[in-house]
């Protein structure tokens, strides 16, 4: 059964590639002091298999979610390149764009914000459908059957948001999503405003759409419990690089940059013995300002292994074995977990 | 001031004395559409010196418990029930005897350090008031050297330099930290954290839980550890308290709570969850979702999420805790039946 998926594979290329990706932000400092740049991704390189599952973990304003908006084109990079299915987003027509925007398809974080209060949920699931022409004559049944993918009740199509629960609303965004037949799915925070034992129920909802579709993802989260449970493969980024990326056991059992280490460390395991038994890498510090990165490595000012070359040379993500890459000077595994 | 019964001493000599006794605390609000049940049949105690972590989903009711200890409900609250601190009723105080313990002897800090500062003080001030409110006759230079102190426990580098700074000046985990200080001013017997981390990132989290841990070891002071984290209160936490739709579901110390959870919630809640330390095949979800405050069923209010519930025994299950062990409790009437089946 693999065997016709890794052909694919093969002939196609992967589903998305990202080379030298850099966005930027035109932003006014405070009143008076003009406008600066902030480069919220620098120089970003990485692709995504098809049918597979990237991670994309970082603090707040790393420049994870700018990332996913490069993929769907909320976000016009100023360098490099996007590529999906094998076809060069920014080089596309207008037709052509138009199509590559219908592979392509994002998730939002906030279930209560990313949904039009006055439509009701049969016209939101249509309105997909109305602009990329499709289902025409039979839009109704295919509202039904996109609630019914989501495990929502299709009678109800004439309710509005303000009717669902956060879970649910959340699903409401998952099947717009999938209302045009996207092949890929920018997911950024999509289960992080909701409460633990709702939360499960979305997570096994996307990992069931994803092998029904074949479908693609990129999985945008600060949380790094959850990306473990749905990754393949997993991303770290600090400060608008990658500076860890890896097939998802590997990282978090074998972390080679120092920051991947602190952030693993950092998280809370729900087991009071094996929670009060680890050492935790405590980082001083808070993480510098998007404005002015340091030079050479930027998580430098932060890091314990820190030398002289850490501010001269920004270390470039270099393979571990087995596809393990990491950005440092001084990589060296540790278990901290 | 009562008297404390001869027979309560005995029963409590194995566990350190009680500071905080709350006892059938119910809280509701008046709303349009009636009356929303936020707490019900609420008890629950706080030793000495201990850290109580208070787990629940939005809509369980612990904040709301916290927020009537505190005294800080807005006034279409209805609290009744009993809050006994150091064995005074809080309910039945004046506004200025409660003042004298809210602050002084109970702090709280809050979830969100920029909305709870004041943008127009700077940092120092702030902490100065909070000491000044409980203590005017404290001299402006020992104020001044008290808020540099405190800023330097909760680990602020320059801490003189920073006292003259506004909030807005601080990032979000500096800004909790003053959150801190200022509860700690006072050297308080509760400090109340409702979800003191939960709006920062999880390195940021890590320093803040560590000066925390930190502050109760060097102070003693009793920790109400209010969050909706289970690998928090793991790591910080004496004893658990599980709440679900404005019910204690399951009470205990924290290893048997998360080796042996009793209560059908608290098992789902634990398989629920995603590990960093692990990969599961498939999360075990909760079917369904926690009940509104108008639509909670008759009797258990978990019932209708919960694999094991019966309708003829769950449906007229009252709130009584049954004890599955020296002080665990549980509120599922069938967990003798239920036993070690997950």
């Not at chain 1, 003009?34 to 707040?60: K, P």
């Not at chain 2, 308290?241 to 924290?254: C, I, N, Q, T």
């Amino acid at each position: 059964m693999k065997a016709p998926v890794v052909n694919a594979q093969a002939v196609d290329g992967p589903a998305v590639e990202a080379s030298g990706l850099v966005a930027e932000y035109r932003i006014r400092r405070r009143p008076g002091q003009g406008r600066a740049t902030v480069q919220a991704v620098s120089g970003v390189d990485f692709s995504i298999g098809r049918g597979r599952t990237l991670g994309l973990v970082g603090e707040t304003g790393c420049g994870k979610s700018t990332l996913g908006r490069c993929l769907v084109g909320l976000v016009t990079p100023v360098a490099g390149r996007v590529t999906l299915d094998g076809t060069d987003a920014a080089a596309a027509g207008r037709g052509a764009r138009t199509r590559l925007r219908r592979q392509v398809q994002l998730v939002f974080q906030d279930p209560y914000s990313s949904l039009n209060p006055r439509m009701s949920v049969g016209a939101i699931l249509a309105e997909p459908l109305r602009i990329h022409g499709l289902h025409s004559g039979r839009r109704d049944t295919r509202v039904r059957e996109l609630l019914e993918l989501v495990g929502l009740d299709p009678d109800h199509t004439g309710r509005f948001p303000h009717q669902f629960s956060g879970g649910q609303r959340q699903r409401i965004g998952i099947a717009r999503a999938l209302a045009v037949e996207p092949r890929i799915l920018v997911l950024d925070e999509p289960v992080s405003a909701l409460d633990v034992s709702v939360q499960a129920g979305v997570v096994n909802l996307l990992e069931d759409l994803q092998e029904e579709f074949a479908l693609t993802y990129l999985f945008i989260a600060h949380d790094l419990s959850v990306v473990r449970q749905i990754s393949d493969d997993v991303a770290v980024m600090y400060l608008g690089r990658i500076v860890e990326h890896a097939p998802a056991d590997r990282l978090y059992t074998f972390p080679y940059h120092p920051y991947t280490q602190a952030l693993l460390s950092a998280v809370p395991i729900p087991d009071p013995r094996a929670e009060r038994a680890r050492k935790r890498i405590v980082l001083l510090g808070d993480a510098p300002s998007p404005l002015v990165p340091p030079s050479g490595c930027r998580f430098r000012t932060r890091c314990w292994k820190a030398q002289q070359i850490c501010a001269l040379e920004a270390p470039a993500l270099a393979d571990m074995g087995g596809g393990h890459l990491a950005a440092c000077h001084f990589p060296e595994t540790r278990v901290v977990t | 001031m009562e008297a404390v019964s001869h027979t309560e001493v005995v029963s409590h000599t194995a566990s350190p004395p009680e500071l905080l006794r709350v006892r059938d605390l119910t809280v509701e609000y008046r709303t349009d559409s009636g009356t929303a049940v936020a707490v019900e049949g609420l008890s629950f105690d706080v030793a000495e010196g201990q850290t109580l972590g208070i787990v629940g989903e939005s809509g369980s009711g612990k904040s709301a418990a916290s927020m009537a200890i505190m005294g800080l409900l807005p006034r279409s609250a209805r609290v009744t029930g009993s809050i006994r601190f150091r064995g005074r009723e809080l309910l039945s105080l004046a506004d200025s005897e409660l003042r004298e313990i809210r602050g002084r002897r109970i702090a709280v800090i809050f979830q969100d350090a920029l909305a709870a500062l004041n943008p127009m003080m700077t940092v120092g001030a702030q902490i100065a008031e909070a000491v000044r409110v409980h203590d005017p006759s404290t001299s402006r230079a020992s104020l001044v050297e008290r808020a540099t102190e405190l800023l330097d426990v909760v680990g602020i580098p320059s801490p003189a330099t920073r006292l003259g700074q506004y909030p807005h000046e601080f990032s979000g985990g500096m800004r909790q930290r003053v959150m801190i200080a200022m509860g700690i001013a006072n050297e308080p017997d509760i400090l109340i954290a409702d979800e003191p981390t939960t709006a920062l990132d999880v390195t940021v989290q890590a320093q803040v839980l560590d000066v925390i841990r930190r502050v109760q070891e060097r102070t003693r002071t009793s920790v109400m550890l209010i969050t909706h984290d289970l690998g928090v209160v793991a790591g910080l936490a004496d004893r658990v308290m599980v709440m679900y739709a404005g019910r204690k579901v399951e009470e205990g110390p924290v290893e048997p709570v998360f080796y042996e959870p009793s209560h059908p919630y608290t098992r789902g809640l634990l398989a629920a969850l995603p590990r960093i330390d692990r990969r599961t095949a498939r999360l075990t979800q909760i079917p369904g979702r926690p009940p509104q405050p108008g639509e909670r069923p008759a009797g258990c209010p978990f019932q209708p999420r919960c694999p094991h519930a019966e309708p003829a025994v769950c449906g007229d299950a009252g709130t009584v805790p049954v004890a599955v062990a020296d002080s665990h409790s549980t509120a599922c009437v069938r967990v003798h039946e239920i036993g070690g089946d997950r």
